[in-house]
Nanobody, 116 residues
Framework: QVRLVESGGGSVQDGGSLRLSCAASENTYCEYGMGWYRQAPGKEREFVSFLDRAGNTNYRDSVKGRFTLSRGSARYTISLEMDSLKPEDTAMYYC??????????WGQGVQVTVSS
């Protein structure tokens, strides 16, 4: 049961750019918002960016000014434009979906690797 379909990711050099996209599958309703989290090996999963139901876009301090989270044209789709990437951005990135009932779904993850 794949709830969220992610695309993008890859390997870039320091200062490069990547775009991640996420789309909810049929019958998956992210009414309370969608966003991205990331997890590096041996580290805890951490918040990156989230678009809530009120239309507010929030960012982790370390990515402000570099990452841009946007709503897609289709309902329950988002994209994350990542510019000026740094080695510390290297991680597995997971799409997050929060339903009206409070359930949270996660994508399978896409790898982002930034080399110096």
């Amino acid at each position: 049961q794949v709830r969220l379909v992610e695309s993008g990711g890859g390997s870039v050099q320091d200062g490069g750019s990547l775009r991640l996209s996420c789309a909810a599958s049929e019958n998956t309703y992210c009414e309370y918002g969608m966003g991205w989290y990331r997890q590096a090996p041996g580290k805890e999963r951490e918040f990156v960016s989230f678009l809530d139901r009120a239309g507010n876009t929030n960012y982790r301090d370390s990515v402000k000014g570099r990452f841009t989270l946007s709503r897609g044209s289709a309902r329950y789709t988002i994209s994350l434009e990542m510019d000026s990437l740094k080695p510390e951005d290297t991680a597995m990135y997971y799409c997050s979906c929060v339903t009206q009932s409070g359930d949270n779904y996660w994508g399978q993850g896409v790898q982002v690797t930034v080399s110096s």
